[in-house]
C-alpha cells in the first residue's frame, strides 16, 4: 500500500510570506502528526489530529497551525515566515494507539530566504 | 518532564564491527521506548521498541538494551554494514495518551567500508 505522502518535497519562500504544506496518510490511518526537524533543535512535536480534530500541541507559536479533513489528509500552514522557520517539516501517519507503528513521509524541505 | 537525549552525536565504525549507540532519558515513568532510522532524505523509519518491564530486546542484527536504574537505554547493531550508516534516534510516546513521540537529539553512524 502507498506511504505517506508529503507534498511538495522542496519549497523556498520569502521572510514574511506563509505557507501550507500537505499531507496524506496511510489508508485507514486517522491519526496524523507532524513534526519540525533542524539541525539545531532536532525532531520537534508540532501537533497532531486525529478524526479532523487537534488532540495535542507542541511549544510551537501561534503562527504554526494546522488541520485535518474528513478523508485524514492533512496540512499545516506557518504564516509570517521567520528565517528560523527553515527546517525539514515531517508527517507521521498512524492508527489510533499504534503510535509505535507510525509511519513518516519523506518530509517538506522548507527554506526561508 | 519528558526528555530523551543522546550521549554522542557522531560514532564511526569500520565495516564489520559492532555499533553502540546510547540515549539517556529523565523520567522515570517513562514505559516505553522506540529506536528510529534516518537515512538522508527520507523520514525516520521504526527499528526497534522496548518495554520498561523488559531489558534486552532482539531483531534482525539490533539489540536494544534497557537500564532503568540509571535511565538509559542503548541500540546495538552487529556486524554494521555500509546501509546501516544514518541518523539513529530514541523515542519516547507521550505518556498522556495520543500519538506523539519525544525524539533524542540523534547520533550519526558513519560506516567505514
Known amino acids: 500500500k502507498a506511504g505517506v505522502t508529503q507534498t511538495p518535497r522542496y519549497l523556498i519562500k520569502t521572510r514574511g510570506q506563509q505557507v501550507t504544506l500537505s499531507c496524506s496518510p496511510i489508508s485507514g490511518h486517522r491519526s496524523v502528526s507532524w513534526y519540525q526537524q533542524t539541525p539545531g533543535q532536532g525532531l520537534q512535536f508540532l501537533f497532531e489530529y486525529f478524526s479532523e480534530t487537534q488532540r495535542n500541541k507542541g511549544n510551537f507559536p501561534g503562527r504554526f497551525s494546522g488541520r485535518q479533513f474528513s478523508n485524514s489528509r492533512s496540512e499545516m500552514n506557518v504564516s509570517t515566515l521567520e528565517l528560523g522557520d527553515s527546517a525539514l517539516y515531517l508527517c507521521?501517519?498512524?492508527?489510533?494507539?499504534?503510535?509505535?507503528?507510525?509511519?513518516f513521509g519523506q518530509g517538506t524541505r522548507l527554506t526561508v530566504v | 518532564g519528558e526528555s530523551v537525549g543522546l550521549h554522542l552525536p557522531t560514532l564511526s565504525v569500520q565495516e564489520g564491527d559492532n555499533s553502540i549507540i546510547n540515549c539517556a532519558y529523565s523520567n522515570s515513568a517513562s514505559d516505553y521506548f522506540i529506536w528510529y532510522k534516518q537515512e538522508s532524505g527520507k523520514g525516520p523509519q521504526f527499528i526497534i521498541d522496548i518495554r520498561s518491564n523488559m531489558d534486552k530486546r532482539q531483531g534482525q542484527r539490533v539489540t536494544v538494551l534497557l537500564n532503568k536504574t540509571v535511565k538509559h537505554l542503548s541500540l546495538q547493531i552487529a556486524a554494521t554494514q555500509p546501509g546501516d550508516s544514518a541518523v539513529y534516534f530514541c523515542a519516547e510516546p507521550r505518556l498522556s495518551g495520543g500519538n506523539m513521540l519525544t525524539f533524542g537529539g540523534g547520533t550519526r553512524l558513519m560506516v567505514k567500508p
Open positions: 507521521a501517519s498512524s492508527l489510533e494507539g499504534r503510535v509505535t507503528e507510525a509511519f
